[in-house]
């Protein structure tokens, strides 16, 4: 399994930056989890071949370009995006993005293939073939209806947080899987503002640490969706608990 983290800042030189406002990552080219930067950075090779989108929850740094995505396919499109999330989550795209007023109501429209966009409920606790992926989903603690993930392609499986903060069913459900390499858990916010991190329902470097001792087995853990504003002190936080982080652009091979 080969995932990669697309980046959602760049430099003055077009270059990727550390900064991370956008949540997507992009598996074995076909598969996208999560589409805040997916349309902006998106290879054309990846263009061309997502046609499943996994949405963690409604929030707009996991959703921005998703409509965008959409729109510059519409012509091209043979088979319809397929974007899975839990019903709560399909529920506000409908209502509150592919509206008519947001966006236009993609669900709807057709282009001389067929649809062009499909809204693909994703159960908790139930396997689901996406793409070449075996996915399970399991709820996890944030502000609203969220989704973590479990990734299975037969060889390989991978763990993706979301956004969260303390969780016990996300872990349960990892702890179950025996091909498990790797896990991407969320730390938001510096240790010092630990109250709001927990109220917004995220995690801290510490509070990472304590969540990553659930696991019970030796798997590689990178933090992912760092808040750019407390990079610097995130960063230097995680460091001294020997927690490695996840640079946009990066690639993670299992």
């Not at 949405?55 to 998703?66: E, F, G, K, P, S």
């Not at 965008?68 to 709560?88: G, K, M």
């Amino acid at each position: 399994m080969r995932l990669r983290q697309l980046p959602s800042s760049f430099d003055d030189s077009g270059a990727a930056s550390a900064r991370q406002h956008l949540a997507c990552f992009v598996v074995d080219g076909r598969v996208a989890l999560d589409a805040g930067s997916l349309a902006m950075a998106a290879t054309a090779e990846e263009r061309g071949a997502i046609r499943d989108v996994i949405v963690t929850h409604a929030h707009i740094d996991h959703i921005a370009t998703l409509p965008l995505f959409i729109d510059d396919l519409f012509t091209s499109l043979e088979r319809p995006v397929q974007v899975h999330a839990l019903p709560e989550v399909l529920a506000v795209l409908e209502s509150d993005v592919f509206n008519d007023r947001v966006y236009p109501r993609f669900q709807l429209m057709k282009n001389d293939h067929g649809p062009v966009l499909q809204f693909v409920p994703l159960r908790p606790g139930v396997p689901t073939a996406i793409a070449h992926l075996t996915v399970t989903a399991a709820r996890v603690h944030h502000a609203v209806p969220t989704a973590g993930l479990l990734l299975d392609d037969g060889k390989s499986a991978v763990g993706y947080s979301s956004d969260t903060t303390a969780t016990d069913a996300f872990w349960a459900l990892l702890k179950s899987a025996p091909r498990l390499k790797g896990v991407l858990l969320e730390s938001a916010f510096p240790d010092a503002l630990a109250d709001l991190a927990r109220k917004a329902g995220h995690l801290t470097p510490q509070s990472f640490g304590a969540e990553r001792e659930k696991l019970g087995r030796p798997v590689p853990v990178w933090a992912v969706n760092v808040k750019p504003l407390f990079l610097a002190e995130v960063l230097r936080e995680l460091e001294r608990l020997g927690i490695p982080r996840l640079a946009p652009g990066a690639v993670l091979e299992f």
